[in-house]
């Protein structure tokens, strides 16, 4: 045994010396390039390592002791907007979809997931900075949200001058003095209005996404559908003619990418929402819309199962592989059905 254990170490130390003495261009050895691929590789998958849930009330005690202020309506949400932001720059890596060197540029999973979780907080900036902090249509948009919403808007693949790192910084920054003026009594100017018509304009842009991912997942297998652009409307009319059919199908190198967007939007859903439950309770108890709400929630998070393949399998629909997308679409759809639900409960009386 001894014997064997010994022979296997001096083929080892053989292997490395020849290794040394392997030569590349310019000088260099095999060694130090292979040291070098094994870092970037191990650096791939540590930053490919997707952010866990996290706990919403908790980050909002944090966030009110940290700036000893106190709860109000609309901390919550404001709260895990913030988190979620800084989370996109602060997870293992950083933020990633800006990047123009290896390992980064190579990585494609991360850079989606991040949009779809930017995607998620463009549409919650908006919302509160057009409805939930504004009384009336005639009222003064808030400060802070007039600065937070454009910049988090701003071109997520910029790398330098400026960095989009750095402005969505300056846009997380305003949200934050937003929250502690909303949390501090001496300031009344800074609001936030749980109200039914306030939640239902978000939900109806929620719902707008969830389709739209839900009919990109579906078209991982090619489609054939019938043209329903007009439909609802006799009168309706659009610019350019189309089909009657149409052909739907996304590219196979697309796949995975709107896998991920899927998985990030999905993500970033289910902490707003769980914000929302807290900040709207009022008003979905009023409108009997909690159990709407999180039937909702709960879809969203079965997106968020282990994936145990390594690869987003694209089998055809009754075929003997799996296919990944369909299955995120079938999750998806299902939110969005209690999303139209929801939206039916709130503009009841």
């Not at 908790?58 to 700036?67: F, N, P, S």
């Not at 209005?193 to 109806?204: C, E, G, K, P, S």
Request: proline share 4%; aromatic share 8%; no cysteine.
């Amino acid at each position: 045994m001894n014997d064997q254990l010994e022979q296997i170490i001096n083929r080892l130390q053989n292997f490395y010396q020849q290794l040394k003495r392997v030569e590349l261009p310019f000088g260099l050895t095999l060694v130090p390039v292979a040291i070098l691929l094994l870092i970037m590789f191990i650096l791939s998958i540590y930053w490919s390592t997707f952010p866990s849930a996290f706990n919403v009330q908790q980050i909002t005690l944090d966030k009110a002791r940290e700036d000893k202020t106190q709860i109000a309506i609309g901390s919550h949400t404001t709260s895990t907007l913030i988190y979620s932001l800084e989370t996109l720059l602060d997870k293992p890596g950083g933020y990633l979809s800006n990047d123009i060197l290896p390992p980064s540029v190579l990585l494609d999973n991360m850079p989606n997931w991040e949009y779809g979780v930017l995607i998620q907080a463009r549409d919650l900036a908006r919302a509160m900075r057009n409805d939930f902090s504004r009384s009336q249509s005639q009222s003064v948009e808030d400060k802070d949200l007039i600065v937070a919403e454009p910049k988090l808007n701003f071109d997520n693949n910029s790398w330098i001058f400026p960095a989009t790192e750095g402005v969505y910084q300056e846009g997380i920054d305003a949200l934050n003095t937003y929250l502690i003026r909303l949390q501090d009594p001496a300031t009344p100017d800074a609001q936030f209005y749980a109200r039914a018509d306030n939640l239902r304009d978000w939900l109806d842009q929620v719902s707008k996404r969830l389709g739209s991912l839900s009919q990109r997942l579906s078209a991982s297998v090619g489609q054939t559908r019938l043209n329903t652009d007009l439909s609802g409307d006799s009168a309706a009319v659009q610019s350019t003619k189309t089909s009657s059919v149409v052909e739907v199908k996304t590219p196979w190198t697309k796949i995975d990418d709107v896998f991920y967007q899927a998985r990030g939007a999905s993500w970033a859903l289910i902490h707003y929402l769980k914000a929302i439950e807290i900040d709207f309770a009022a008003v979905l108890k009023k409108k009997n819309a909690l159990i709407s709400l999180r039937q909702m929630i709960r879809e969203l998070e079965s997106t968020q199962e282990t994936l145990w393949s390594p690869l987003i399998l694209n089998g055809s629909g009754f075929g003997i592989v799996a296919n990944h997308s369909l299955v995120m679409a079938s999750y998806i759809s299902r939110a969005n059905a209690a999303v139209i639900d929801l939206k039916h409960l709130l503009e009841q009386g």
